[in-house]
């Protein structure tokens, strides 16, 4: 269900009790916000806290099934760390790095990091701010790599890379980069080759992508919600923000409300002139 107070009005609510060694068991629901720069991912859900609901047994997720949920939540992890991270208007780029000679996937992993050192010192040389990255390994016919990174002139990108070809774009914000995170997450099986050798440690604990150690992470609060009552009503965005369109409520396959909502944070008068002056000037000092 999305978007409509109609419909949140026909959803039947139901305050589930029981009783365990004598006492009522409460149905507690947990609250989770994820700040993100200026937007707020909200998730309201049911809790199982202190085991106060017998569930039945879970069933197995088919492969394809599974696959699936995990690319999204990976996907999901990935934007916003790009979108706290980098920007598009202040000349941040995505990259593809492509190798003129068949390499290994152990090999290509060194000639990234290699790749890496010479541009942070191309970037400390030429005073810009330290790299910032995330990348992904593919193989498609031979391995390459996708980035999203600090943006650097083609010319002499192509020259630190020094590897093969690069193809360069200036990052895209639309939908907020979960159209660009869903790409580099993508499921994509290397060509002659399976995880079926794989010991199941490492299948389990495999990444699709990886980042450096300077990225800044999402702020994660997490509260109990103590009135159930506001499971019930549309989402409204705190002081300062305003609700995004793509709002949901419902309830989960044991009956159980959920709510997801998303709110962006409202620029005060003045600050958003000040952002694009910073932002040009940003530009034009990594032109230089």
């Not at 997720?61 to 690319?71: I, M």
């Not at 690069?166 to 939908?175: A, F, Q, R």
């Not at 910073?278 to 990594?286: E, S, W």
């Amino acid at each position: 269900m999305a978007g409509s107070s109609d419909l949140v009005n026909n959803v039947i609510f139901l305050t589930i009790t029981g009783r365990a060694a004598g006492k009522e068991i409460h149905m507690p629901y947990t609250e989770k916000k994820i700040i993100i720069g200026d937007i707020m991912e909200v998730m309201r859900y049911h809790s199982t806290k202190g085991g106060s609901v017998q569930r039945g047994e879970k069933e197995k997720a088919s492969t394809p099934a599974q696959k699936k949920a995990n690319e999204i939540r990976t996907g999901n992890e990935l934007w916003r760390v790009i979108y706290i991270n980098f920007d598009g208007q202040q000349g941040d780029q995505f990259n593809t790095f492509t190798f003129a000679e068949d390499i290994g996937e152990e090999d290509a992993r060194k000639e990234w990091r290699n790749f890496t050192r010479r541009v942070r010192r191309y970037l400390k040389k030429n005073g810009l701010p330290d790299l910032k990255y995330v990348y992904t390994l593919e193989k498609q016919g031979r391995w390459h790599i996708h980035a999203v990174m600090n943006g650097i002139p083609l010319k002499d990108l192509t020259k630190l890379w020094g590897r093969g070809r690069v193809s360069s774009s200036i990052l895209d914000k639309t939908n907020d980069y979960r159209d660009l995170a869903a790409y580099i997450t993508k499921n994509i099986e290397p060509e002659g080759e399976t995880a079926a050798g794989e010991p199941e440690g490492k299948k389990k604990n495999k990444r699709s992508w990886s980042g450096s150690l300077n990225l800044e992470r999402p702020v994660v609060i997490v509260r109990e919600i103590k009135r159930e009552s506001i499971m019930r009503k549309v989402p409204t965005a705190p002081k300062g923000y305003i609700l995004l369109p793509d709002w949901e409520i419902g309830c989960d396959s044991w009956g159980n409300l959920y709510q997801r909502y998303k709110c962006r944070k409202i620029a005060a008068p003045g600050r958003k002139k000040r952002q694009e002056r910073k932002a040009k000037k940003t530009t034009a000092n990594k032109r230089r």
